[in-house]
T-cell receptor, first 114, second 111 residues
Framework: ETGVTQTPRHLVMGMTNKKSLKCEQH?????MYWYKQSAKKPLELMFVYNFKEQTENNSVPSRFSPECPNSSHLFLHLHTLQPEDSALYLCASSQVQGRNTEAFFGQGTRLTVV | GENVEQHPSTLSVQEGDSAVIKCTYSDSASNYFPWYKQELGKRPQLIID?????GEKKDQRIAVTLNKTAKHFSLHITETQPEDSAVYFC??????????FGTGTSLTVIP
């Protein structure tokens, strides 16, 4: 499979649950991102990883914990979430080669916190 | 991060008319200016981009113009079609690859 794939596509979790979102890119890119998309703040950057190293944490609460074991995989670990965390979580990747290039997005995980 | 604003937030046009969406940004060091289109229920996808050494770029019915002095760039869609209906995001980017997206513009093309 090519491109950026995210699993699961939909997730319903209670506030006391622990779950993880997975993202995998098959494009050979070296940078990966997590975005939160909600009606109030569309496409809000959460985390950036360059060459597996986290380079940006955009003031994200600690109940969101990213993990990047290699340049092709990115996880978002979730625990003790709040209802306001319900949103579409999008993963993206790009190639960093001295200048900016296109970001490719996955189809997202629709998260509902109950 | 970059402060990015888009105007208008919603736009309705008749099929065949033109649409223009403006994006303003705060950091004068930004050097890459892409526009993304997100159709309902789908992922955002790049439709056109421009770099800071170019003032305008066209690709068939879409074009992007850049005014670095005023720190804004615009998306122009001519001869709009119903399939152009979507949310459009700008993402002016600094020398790093941190894509901060604008607030989005919902475009509706009325047949």
């Amino acid at each position: 499979e090519t491109g950026v794939t995210q699993t699961p596509r939909h997730l319903v979790m209670g506030m006391t649950n622990k779950k993880s979102l997975k993202c995998e890119q098959h494009l050979g890119h070296n940078a990966m991102y997590w975005y939160k998309q909600s009606a109030k703040k569309p496409l809000e950057l959460m985390f950036v990883y360059n060459f597996k190293e986290q380079t940006e944490n955009n003031s994200v609460p600690s109940r969101f914990s990213p993990e990047c074991p290699n340049s092709s995989h990115l996880f978002l670990h979730l625990h003790t979430l709040q209802p306001e965390d319900s949103a579409l979580y999008l993963c993206a990747s790009s190639q960093v080669q001295g200048r900016n290039t296109e970001a490719f997005f996955g189809q997202g995980t629709r998260l509902t916190v109950v | 991060g970059e402060n990015v604003e888009q105007h208008p937030s919603t736009l309705s046009v008749q099929e065949g008319d033109s649409a223009v969406i403006k994006c303003t940004y705060s950091d004068s060091a930004s050097n890459y200016f892409p526009w993304y289109k997100q159709e309902l229920g789908k992922r955002p996808q790049l439709i056109i981009d421009i770099r800071s050494n170019v003032g305008e770029k066209k690709d068939q019915r879409i074009a992007v113009t850049l005014n670095k002095t005023a720190k804004h760039f615009s998306l122009h869609i001519t001869e709009t079609q119903p399939e152009d209906s979507a949310v459009y995001f700008c993402a002016p980017t600094l020398g790093t690859n941190q894509f901060y997206f604008g607030t989005g513009t919902s475009l509706t093309v009325i047949p």
